[in-house]
């Protein structure tokens, strides 16, 4: 089983209030990402866990939190949504040996901020 | 740093006809180098990768790509495309071999194939 689950697929928040996004995996992939993505534009990497270690990219540091309980869990967590943060999220994941980096990715969960 | 450029945000082909998308990278070292797919209400899959050797390298559904050093280039071919081909395609780059685990993804590219 090669599959990535995203929850919600769809997401409406209100500016200003808190957004909980979640991704599973069953490969028991020690890498776990979180892109976004906009129209027209390359998705953008946010932050990635390998293992219980997260890595935050500089420019969205301070905009997007992440857990990890367990290795086939994560989520990302917006505190006070913006307009700005309208996008699709992208999960990911991915092992470090066998299959040489390939990502896997759910469906997404697209974000509309009202 | 890395980058991936495509070139081309749409492109339309006639059924049957051939196909290239275009893939220019920007890295200093050897690079992983993927093309995904996005069909309509679906997650990226991954068409095909590369790693080393055989610089042309086969992918599902017909699909192949060429990786050139001396152009920076990953570009991907079908001989002839079918209506179900029409979706979003993304080059993307890892530095993997380097224990660096970021993936950069071009803008895609959408293809539009017309009977």
């Known amino acids: 089983d090669t599959t990535v689950k995203q929850n919600p697929r769809y997401k409406l928040a209100r500016v200003g209030k808190p957004v909980n996004l979640i991704c599973s995996q069953t490969?028991?992939?020690?890498?776990m990402y979180w892109y976004q993505k906009k129209p027209n534009q390359a998705p953008k990497l946010l932050l990635f866990y390998y293992d219980k270690i997260l890595n935050r990219e500089a420019d969205t540091f301070e905009k997007f939190q992440s857990s990890r309980p367990n290795n086939s869990f994560c989520s990302l967590y917006i505190g006070s949504a913006g307009l700005e943060y309208s996008a699709m999220y992208l999960c990911a994941s991915s092992s470090g040996t066998g299959d040489t980096g390939q990502l896997y990715f759910g469906e997404g969960s697209k974000l509309t901020v009202l | 740093a890395q980058s991936v450029t495509q070139p081309d945000a749409r492109v339309t082909v006639s059924e049957g006809a051939s196909l290239q998308l275009r893939c220019k990278y920007s890295y200093s070292g050897t690079p992983y180098l993927f093309w995904y797919v996005q069909y309509p209400r679906q997650g990226l899959q991954l068409l095909l990768k590369?790693?080393?050797?055989?610089?042309v390298v086969q992918g599902v559904n017909g699909f192949e790509a060429e990786f050139s050093k001396s152009n920076s280039s990953f570009h991907l071919r079908k001989a002839s495309v079918h209506w179900s081909d029409s979706a979003v395609y993304f080059c993307a780059l890892s530095a993997a071999n380097t224990g660096n685990y970021k993936y950069v993804f071009g803008a895609g590219t959408r293809l539009k194939v017309i009977a």
């Open positions: 590369y790693y080393s050797g055989d610089p």
């Open positions: 490969m028991n992939h020690d890498t």
